[in-house]
């Protein structure tokens, strides 16, 4: 049985958060931890010791958040803002709708997983209203059916997001 490796698409300024994030848990965080872990030992019994659990909590935490970076990074492929297009839309587009249930204004950024960030409108490829974007162009009325019910977009423009 093999598992199949996914590519991890990133914009060039989610890799480079995803970098800055790796080298400040390895030459940072791993430090402070290993400090916290050594000061609780020198206070004597750990088999009680909070402090001593929560710091080595803290760094299983770390070294998981490390491995998963690592491994996002091996398999990231990189999207140039020049390969995204405005026709359709895509991972690196910027879109902006209009939902025809509130009538609102709506501006998403289509991005990775790795990359989401739902509070300044940067939603995953792999999320309902993402993944329902992917291949519409202007004009394109799109229905997403959410837990809540079904939403109902037009797409107004398409354009590229500062990548």
């Known amino acids: 049985m093999s598992v199949e490796k996914k590519d991890m698409i990133l914009t060039v300024a989610g890799l480079r958060k995803l970098e800055r994030e790796l080298e400040y848990l390895k030459m940072v965080k791993r430090r402070e931890v290993a400090e916290r872990i050594k000061q609780a030992i020198e206070f004597g019994d750990i088999t009680d010791s909070s402090e001593y ?42 879109v902006r709708l209009k939902d ?27 999320s309902p209203v993402g993944r329902a974007m992917l291949g519409q162009r202007v004009g394109n009325i799109v229905e997403i059916q959410v837990p809540a019910g079904t939403l109902k977009y037009q797409i107004i423009d398409i354009t590229r997001s500062e990548l």
Do not use: H
């Open 53 to 94: 659990e929560d710091a080595k909590n803290e760094q299983a935490f770390i070294e998981g958040r490390i491995i998963t970076l690592e491994k996002a990074l091996r398999n990231a492929k990189v999207i140039d803002a020049e390969d995204v297009g405005t026709e359709e839309v895509g991972i690196g587009s910027t």
């Open 100 to 126: 025809l249930n509130g009538g609102e204004e709506l501006q998403y950024t289509i991005v990775g997983s790795m990359e989401s960030d739902p509070r300044s409108n940067k939603i995953s490829d792999e």
